[in-house]
């Protein structure tokens, strides 16, 4: 059998694709140090040659990635090196969510920090694809100038909706009524957005991002939403699963009392019609119980070590703890070897529209050159 090479492996390397990589290497290296490290410290940590950091950092300076902080007091010989550190007068990024009750807008900058919150409550679902998005856009174009006023530059958009994705096409979101709906172009269509790059995901995928850098800790858990509907986002070895297709994660829709009440999807007995907002707000002690059952059944499938529960499940947490955590034992078959980790997300309500934000700037300081070269 004659062995084949594969394209990556044997095609040649462009000295643009080395600059691209080594400037990633280094915006990543100061963005994880604990303390601001020196160009001296980052050449080290890296393996790249002083010189080469140097030019590379003044690259990223000129961008508007990084900025070098004053020198600490000279305590003994020799003079101390500046440190570096990501600067917060850069590229941002902007996140907007849709879900069934309410609008949001966020403005994160490079260093992970909000910088503008923007939120409108109403009943979405009457209004259209086309009228809800375009009031999205405007809250957006409220928070983008806002943004600039504060000397931020915004990177692109991000949009977290409640529903399956492919590619930028929402192809079904059943609490919406939405199908096939081509988002960007509809949020595009408010001038002030019109010339931002829009990404779209699940609202549970970028909740569980946003909740995966804030965090920290451990890598592999299970992210559930709670809002009118259920989502979850499954994270591996720090990385989020999507499933062949995309479309993992959607847990409010596992069968937990199969001739159960009837769900928007068409099925009976689904997870969101016993413990989505609306019911949880009329039973809690019968939503933490399907709840467990349905995370049970995720925990023996997939051996998940954590459960961090989201949107509005957050306030309803200490109540809702017990009852789960009961399930959990009765129902996992390992829960006497290991038992399973519940708790409540750091982000709270918050986190779709601030992981969305952060999948912008997390574009960002995975290829910088593409942000140099914009600039």
Known sequence: MTARLSTRSSAPVRQSSVRAHNLALVLHTVANSADPPSRAAVASATGLTRATVSALVDDLIAGGLLTELDPPPRTGAGRPA????????????????????????CVVD?????????TEHADQRPAGPAEALAALGRLG???RLAAEADGLVLAGAALAVPGLVSGDLVRVAPNLGWQNVDAPVLLRGVPELADLPVAVDNEANLAALGE????GGNPDFLYVSGEVGIGAGLVIDGELYRGVRGWSGEIGHVTVYPDGRHCRCGA???????????????DEPLAAAALGIALAAVVNLLDVPVIVLGGAFVPHFPRLRDGIEAELRRRVLTAGLAPVTLRAA?????????GAAD?????????????????
């Open 268 to 282: 009976r007995g689904c997870l969101e019609q016993y413990a989505g907002q609306e019911a949880l707000a009329a």
């Open 82 to 105: 500046a440190g570096l550190a990501l600067t917060a007068a850069g590229p941002a990024g902007l996140g907007l969510e849709i879900n069934v009750d309410y609008l949001a807008a």
């Open 359 to 375: 999948a912008v700037i997390r574009g960002v300081r995975d290829d910088p050159a593409a942000w140099l070269r914009r600039t």
């Open 110 to 118: 490079l260093t992970g920090t909000v910088r503008q919150r923007l």
């Open 141 to 143: 174009a409220r928070a």
């Open 346 to 354: 750091s982000l709270g309500a918050d986190a779709a529209v601030r």
């Open 212 to 215: 995966l850098r804030v965090a």
